[in-house]
């Protein structure tokens, strides 16, 4: 199973997050070719267990910093 995500267009495209991503040895997909109404802010996330999917969102957050907690306090996956 997957999920489709639309990220803020105020931060990072869906290319830059996943290439970050990839340096964390974190694997998304840029969505954003995968079809006409997606644009450059989708990225597509595989649903692993539950390990792997807290790692993924860590690495998310850390990705995507501020655009991610309003308030700018660090989150982790066990948070949300």
């Known amino acids: ?8 267009e105020h931060g990072p495209t869906a290319s830059e997050v996943v290439a970050r991503c ?5 694997f998304l997909r840029d969505a954003s070719g995968m079809g006409l109404n997606l644009g450059d802010y989708a990225i597509r ?3 692993k267990d539950a390990a792997t999917n807290a790692r993924v969102l860590d690495v998310l957050v850390a990705v995507l910093g501020d655009l991610v907690t309003p308030s ?3 989150t982790s996956a066990s948070d949300v």
């Open 1 to 8: 199973n997957f999920l489709l995500c639309h990220i803020p």
């Open 72 to 74: 700018g306090d660090s």
């Open 45 to 47: 996330i595989a649903v």
């Open 22 to 26: 990839c340096d964390e040895n974190v």
